[in-house]
């Protein structure tokens, strides 16, 4: 059986989860470029106000769906997810979490923002679906 502490073990594992987001989700996220990072860079940690690169597992960075229009240029990049691999596994190593659940929690949350949601609005479906 593979690393999946692995880089391309891990690569692997995320693209597999961002590939089974269900449709009709999934037919928005066709131009989402999907990253793996060790580490979050300062600049980030800095703008959220975070004090250490372990509070922080992924990143959406673009333009919402609802926000799109047809002039609008996303950041120069276009849409994109960043996973920080780092991050991850120290929370599996914490938490006892398996490493794909981990990883598509991310995922699912970032694509989330792509779609519009907050932090907060993800907190709450998260919070009555546990009910």
């Known amino acids: 059986m593979s690393d999946p502490t692995a880089i391309e073990e891990f690569e692997r594992r995320a693209r597999q989860a961002f590939e ?4 009709p989700f999934a037919d928005y996220l066709g131009d989402i470029v999907l990253r793996i990072d060790d580490w979050p860079a300062q600049e980030i940690l800095d ?3 975070l004090d250490s690169p372990l509070q ?7 333009v919402p769906v609802g926000e799109k229009s047809p002039w609008s240029i996303p950041n120069g990049q276009g849409d994109r997810i960043t996973l ?3 991050p991850l596994l120290n929370e599996m190593q ?4 398996e490493l794909d659940k ?4 991310v995922v699912v949350h970032e694509v989330g923002h792509h779609f519009g ?4 609005d ?3 479906i998260e919070d009555s679906a546990d009910d």
Do not use: E, K, W
């Not at 089974?20 to 449709?23: A, F, L, R």
């Not at 949601?117 to 907060?120: G, T």
């Open 117 to 120: 949601l907050s932090d907060a």
């Open 47 to 49: 703008y959220f106000g």
């Open 94 to 97: 914490a938490t006892g979490v």
């Open 102 to 105: 981990l990883i598509q929690h």
């Open 20 to 23: 089974n987001i269900p449709s």
């Open 122 to 124: 993800m907190h709450q």
């Open 84 to 86: 920080y691999r780092r």
């Open 56 to 62: 922080l597992c992924g990143l959406y960075q673009g």
